[in-house]
């Protein structure tokens, strides 16, 4: 069974959950630019696939840019 490349996982191309992230700030002025990513950890590493020829796993690190739009000054 082929599990791909942990180092790269693949994405869910059905995604049923969708997340909202409301992101504010009380600077002395409005942003001029606002950026967002997110990061994902494995909790329960006896779920990833044994690499057979190094005798561990594979943990995936990755993340992914989230746009965000600007409500107003502060949000």
């Known amino acids: 069974m082929t599990h791909g490349n942990p ?3 693949a994405k869910n191309p059905h995604p049923v959950k969708r997340y909202e992230i409301t992101a ?16 994902y950890e494995v909790i329960n ?5 044994m690499n057979s020829f190094l005798g561990q796993q594979d943990v995936p690190n990755t993340g992914v840019v989230v746009a965000m ?4 000054d502060h949000t």
């Open 7 to 9: 180092k790269e996982p």
């Open 69 to 72: 739009t600007r409500v107003d």
């Open 24 to 39: 504010t700030s009380h600077t002395p002025g409005p942003w001029d630019v606002i950026e967002g990513n997110v990061g």
């Open 45 to 49: 590493k006896d779920c990833l696939p």
